[in-house]
């Protein structure tokens, strides 16, 4: 029985705490106390708490405004299929899932994260865990491999999300006989067959994917949704920057937010580019300068300030404001 037809005979107060009741033991004969069934949009999102996911993807994500609508436009279908199912009427698990495509580090695997989240908040979900993979977790190299190995992997991932990063190198038309057919084969049956307790989001280039989805169709039309991540202009790369700084408890001075805003003109330039990862990349890189700055400094009596403060130094130090871009390089992002 699929968890959403188990949803129809029970109450929706219930769904979010499905997975709590046998662990505390709740599930003896006690007479049934239980409040009326959420009839009202409010009373679902207050009982299953997915507002406070979606007010967190908004709040810690920034930009991404395409995503965060398709988001809400799913929480809502979902929400309404449950008040459908409160009345009985007919529902068809639904399909979740999800094809994620974009530029490398424009928030893919984090927003995946949520989803999961959110489907197991939701009840769509037991675990709402994230599996992440790429090929060569799925796919082995000799015959009778790779059945083992993608079944495993679908059982780690059972009750959560299966996020299959650059899905695409399943997919390897120039060698007829490669395994990752087999893999595929094996994904069908699952997306088909075990839907209700597990979503699979293929995730990868935008061009990629849809070349694959049009050699796949048995894949593509298991897909019900597309979310398309748009890469990040130089203001939100800021604010992420700024984000990531408050994470990890420190900040730039206003020589360094003039540094890094400049870094970023610089390195949105050069090759390889991966949006919000290059900005995580390029704050690592500052604070292990600012490290060897203050290290330098040997008795120095180090205050909180000079701890947490990253300056325009440790951003002007990179490669890129001393050498002249040439896209044949080497990128900074594997560089020091
Ligand atoms: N909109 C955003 N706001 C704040 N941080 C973000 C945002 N998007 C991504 N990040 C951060 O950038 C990093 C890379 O994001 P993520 O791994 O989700 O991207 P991805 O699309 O999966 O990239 P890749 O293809 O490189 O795996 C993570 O540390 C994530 O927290
Ligand atoms: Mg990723």
């Known amino acids: 029985m699929s968890a959403h037809q188990g949803a129809t005979t029970r109450p929706l107060y219930s769904i979010a705490g499905?997975?709590?009741?046998?662990?505390?033991?709740?599930?003896?004969?006690?007479?049934?106390?239980?409040?009326?069934?959420?009839?009202?949009?409010?009373?679902v999102l207050a009982s299953t708490q997915v507002e406070a996911v979606l007010d967190e993807i908004d709040r810690e994500l920034v930009g991404l405004l395409p995503v965060k609508q398709r988001i809400r436009?799913?929480?809502?279908?979902?929400?309404?299929?449950?008040?459908?199912?409160?009345?009985?009427?007919?529902?068809?698990?639904?399909?979740?899932?999800?094809?994620?495509?974009?530029?490398?580090?424009?928030?893919?695997?984090?927003?995946a994260s949520r989803m999961a989240q959110i489907l197991h908040r939701l009840g769509y979900l037991r675990r709402g865990h994230l599996v992440a993979v790429t090929r060569d977790d799925l796919v082995g190299q000799?015959?009778?491999?790779?059945?083992?190995?993608?079944?495993?992997?679908?059982?780690?991932?059972?009750?959560?999300?299966?996020f299959i990063?650059?899905?695409?190198?399943?997919?390897?038309?120039?060698?007829e006989r490669d395994y990752g057919?087999?893999?595929?084969?094996?994904?069908?049956?699952?997306?088909?067959?075990?839907?209700?307790?597990?979503?699979?989001?293929?995730?990868?280039?935008?061009?990629?994917?849809?070349?694959?989805?049009r050699s796949n169709p048995g894949l593509s039309s298991r897909i019900a949704h597309h979310l398309d991540f748009p890469d990040y202009v130089h203001d939100e790369l800021m604010r992420i920057a700024g984000l990531m700084l408050r994470e990890q408890s420190f900040r730039f001075d206003d020589a360094?937010?003039?540094?890094?805003?400049?870094?970023?003109?610089?390195?949105?330039?050069?090759?390889?580019?991966?949006?919000a990862r290059s900005v995580r990349n390029a704050l690592d890189r500052a604070r292990l300068r600012q490290a060897s700055r203050l290290f330098a400094e040997r008795s120095r009596e180090l205050s909180r300030e000079d701890l947490v403060t990253l300056r325009a130094q440790d951003i002007r130090a990179s490669r890129l404001f001393t050498e002249p871009a040439d896209p044949t390089t080497t990128p900074p992002e594997h560089a020091a």
């Open 181 to 213: 057919q087999e893999a595929i084969e094996i994904l069908l049956q699952v997306m088909e067959n075990q839907r209700d307790d597990i979503v699979v989001i293929l995730a990868g280039y935008r061009d990629r994917m849809d070349t694959f989805f």
């Open 73 to 111: 436009d799913i929480a809502a279908l979902l929400v309404i299929d449950r008040l459908r199912a409160a009345h009985g009427l007919a529902a068809q698990p639904p399909s979740l899932h999800m094809c994620f495509s974009g530029n490398p580090g424009t928030g893919k695997t984090t927003v």
């Open 18 to 43: 499905a997975q709590a009741a046998p662990a505390t033991g709740a599930a003896c004969a006690a007479p049934d106390t239980s409040p009326a069934p959420a009839r009202t949009v409010v009373e």
């Open 165 to 175: 990063d650059e899905a695409y190198y399943l997919y390897r038309p120039e060698n």
């Open 256 to 275: 360094a937010v003039a540094a890094f805003a400049e870094y970023l003109v610089r390195r949105l330039r050069q090759p390889h580019f991966a949006n």
């Open 142 to 162: 000799y015959i009778g491999h790779t059945a083992p190995k993608t079944k495993e992997v679908l059982k780690k991932a059972m009750g959560g999300v299966l």
